[in-house]
């Protein structure tokens, strides 16, 4: 893209306008993700292996609050003003670090997740597994990945370190590239979130695990 959007509508504009108005399968919707990965990395002049959440908190509109009360790994949401991530404050960082990217993508979907994902059983297990795999396409990319892989740089948490990630989303990414066969399938980065479609108030940010509990 020429024109560099200044503004996070503009951002969000532009990456929503990458989306097909259809019914994608899962295969497309994961290649749409990556494709919208990318761009936000083009489109906030993101360069090197490491993104900083920077990139998305500098954003006008867009804030990301942390909750050590917060019910999920994160939630989304519009407030009326700006886009709001919340994140659970008692999480490693790495992982706050998906979770605000995964709650990104839902942004992105937000008013069309059933255009993309449908509406069957299954759409929110997809629009789950393409966030996730979203938010692993822009804090681990494609490129710098191979690239250290492929310069002889093996060890995992070498590069978590180098990508600022948790050494769980690294191995997801080698396997996704194709650059190991894998590491334990039974065990899937997953987040567990909020759909924001389903969002209609965050009172949850203020209740509580123990509330919830009793
Ligand atoms: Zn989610």
Redesign the pocket.
């Known amino acids: 893209m020429n024109d560099k959007p200044t503004n996070s509508l503009g951002v969000l504009a532009a990456l929503r306008r990458i989306a097909p108005t259809e019914r994608l399968s899962t295969r497309e919707a994961l290649h749409l993700a990556e494709r919208q990965a990318e761009a936000f990395r083009d489109l906030t002049s993101t360069t090197g292996a490491r993104v900083s959440l920077d990139a998305l908190r500098k954003l006008p509109h867009m804030r990301i609050l942390r909750s050590r009360s917060l019910l999920w790994s994160g939630l989304s949401y519009w407030s009326g003003k700006d886009w709001v991530v919340c994140l659970d404050a008692t999480e490693p960082t790495r992982r706050q670090r998906l979770t605000a990217f995964?709650?990104y993508k839902?942004i992105i979907d937000h008013g069309r997740a059933h255009i993309i994902y449908g509406a069957d059983a299954a759409a929110a297990d997809r629009?789950?597994l393409v966030?996730d795999y979203f938010a692993g396409c822009v804090l681990i990319p494609r490129r710098p990945l191979r690239q250290a892989w492929r310069s002889g740089m093996r060890d995992v948490n070498a590069l978590a370190r180098m990508f600022e990630a948790s050494t769980r989303a690294v191995e997801v990414r080698l396997v996704q590239l194709g650059l190991v066969a894998d590491f334990n399938p039974s065990r899937p980065v997953r987040?567990i979130?909020v759909?924001i479609e389903d969002l209609i108030e965050p009172s949850c940010l203020r209740r509580s695990r123990q509330e919830a509990a009793a």
């Open positions: 995964h709650e839902h629009a789950e966030a987040m979130c759909d």
